[in-house]
């Protein structure tokens, strides 16, 4: 009967649309795919899934959304009001009738059985609809396990004057959530609209608290203390939680590979295969960061002075405003980098990182990019600029020691001395050796019979259980 079971259930994911949300939540499906699952992906128009790069195994669904009009409406904006627009448009009542349409439509075909919806952490009102049809969600959070419970700490954090945060209190140790310091708390209280992230936070931990199960894209050789703080809190709630990471490696590559939203630049991987081992620093500030041009220009002047070979992800819509930010290198650049230099629009990454010429990660500390570099025992140059990624920075800086956390502002003399601490520096040895150490763990998580490899197992199990 078990057996019988096993072959004849499907999942559903809605994954949040963009970049850093869609890839974990497409490998995901990829590993439940590969152990026998049927999936279906529901998708927005907006940033929907190229039909060139689909997963062919996979279903699609489109489901109506209004996203485009509100990222519209936060033209000028910068990348963080793109990305709360999102979470707040997905919210929308239509949205989750659209939802409800397509689930309640999947539930009466009937086979191979809809077992239970897979959502990203803020999407409260699919949830809603899911769970107004008997059908059970589990919640992928695409951050770490440490902003997962960062994230849970808000009122915490304001109750013991954390938050809002001083000039004075900055260097604090948060020591209920360490290593964090005051300095790398997101702090609602800077945003104009402070409301709006805060019931972000407050939906992520209710869909989390209404959820059949709590799926999180790390390993346990990286977070265990966070990890198990997590288990004994979610525990008493009987909520399972699934440390499956890293996702990219866990799913097949054809589903790593269809994650990508933009076309990504093969050229640079012939120009890696003429530099030598590990002499390359790779750029790139993920899917939603944006830089100023001055930012920009100390940038490119850091990376001139290092005199290092690199390859630079400069993205179309990195300096917002400008319809071609690679024109706005600044005069003289190419000339001093002479030849020893690689601007793209967008990267192969993964490969990129397994690449033996790259030596060093120049990263805004995305969770995503970090967990790849991870994987790839990549040292890192991480420069954080909001949200998850402050607390990751200083994780890779302080608890992990596999990078050189670059705070403040961005100038080139501060960049060309961290660079030269990351790639040859013998200050820099230790963090380059932690590196490849923590690969090794990586590795040794994903082996069959591993933690990660086992909790796929158990995941798969969980969602044979899940009956309506
Ligand atoms: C966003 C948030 O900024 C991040 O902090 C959060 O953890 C996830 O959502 P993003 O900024 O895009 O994501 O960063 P990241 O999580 O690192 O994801 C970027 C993805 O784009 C990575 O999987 C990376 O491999 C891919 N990428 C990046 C490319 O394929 N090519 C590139 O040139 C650059």
Redesign the pocket.
């Known amino acids: 009967m078990a057996g019988e079971d096993r072959r004849a259930a499907r999942v559903a994911l809605f994954p949040l649309p963009?970049?850093?949300?869609m890839?974990p939540m497409l490998q995901l499906a990829g590993a439940l795919h590969a152990r026998g699952l049927a999936v279906t992906v529901l998708h927005t128009a907006f940033n929907a899934p190229d039909p060139a790069r689909r997963h062919p195994g996979f279903s699609f669904v489109a489901v109506p959304d209004a996203i485009s009009d509100a990222v519209a409406a936060t033209e000028g904006g910068g990348g963080l009001d793109r990305v709360l627009a999102m979470n707040a448009a997905v919210e929308a009542p239509a949205l989750a009738e659209g939802v409800r349409a397509v689930l309640a439509s999947m539930l009466r075909s009937g086979e191979p059985r809809l077992a239970c919806l897979v959502i990203d952490a803020t999407l409260t009102a699919v949830q809603k609809a899911a769970a107004g049809l008997g059908l059970p969600t589990l919640v992928l959070h695409?951050?770490s396990a440490a902003c997962f419970r960062l994230f849970r700490s808000y009122d915490m954090l304001y109750d013991k004057g954390y938050l809002p945060a001083q000039e004075s209190n900055l260097l604090l140790p948060v020591k209920e959530l360490p290593p964090l310091q005051v300095r790398d708390l997101f702090d609602p209280s800077k945003l104009p609209n402070k409301e709006i992230l805060m019931k972000i936070l407050n939906l992520a931990n209710e869909t989390t608290a209404s959820s059949s199960g709590a799926i999180i894209n790390t390993f346990e050789a990286l977070e265990p203390h966070e990890l198990k703080m997590i288990r004994d809190e979610l525990a008493d709630k009987g909520i399972p939680v699934f440390a499956i990471g890293p996702l990219?490696k866990l799913s097949p590559a054809d589903s790593a590979a269809a994650a990508?939203i933009l076309n990504?630049d093969r050229s640079c991987i012939e120009w890696l295969d003429t530099q030598a081992p590990r002499s390359v620093l790779y750029v790139?500030f993920?899917?939603?960061?944006h830089v100023t041009r001055h930012e920009l220009a100390e940038v490119a002047w850091g990376l001139a002075s290092s005199g290092k070979p690199f390859l630079w992800?400069v993205r179309g819509d990195l300096v917002l405003g400008v319809e071609k930010p690679s024109e706005l290198l600044p005069e003289g650049f190419e000339n001093a980098v002479k030849g020893r230099g690689k601007v793209v629009e967008?990267?192969?990454?993964?490969e990129v990182l397994a690449h033996p010429a790259v030596g060093g990660f120049w990263?805004?500390?995305?969770?995503?990019?970090?967990l790849?570099s991870v994987y790839e025992g990549v040292p890192v140059l991480s420069t954080p600029r909001f949200?998850?990624?402050l607390a990751t920075g200083r994780y890779v800086g302080d608890a992990w020691e596999i990078g050189v956390l670059l705070e403040g502002a961005l100038e080139r003399e501060k960049i060309q001395r961290a660079i030269a601490t990351l790639m040859e520096e013998k200050e820099g040895m230790g963090i380059r050796e932690r590196a490849r150490s923590l690969k090794e763990k990586a590795r040794m998580c994903l082996e069959s019979g591993g933690p990660s490899h086992q909790a796929v197992d158990m995941l798969v199990n969980h969602i044979y259980s899940l009956s309506l």
Do not use: C, M, Y
């Open positions: 963009f970049q850093g949300h890839s695409t951050g990219h990508s990504q790139s993920g899917s939603v960061v992800v967008w990267a192969p990454q993964q990263t805004h500390s995305g969770w995503n990019s970090t790849e949200g998850d990624q």
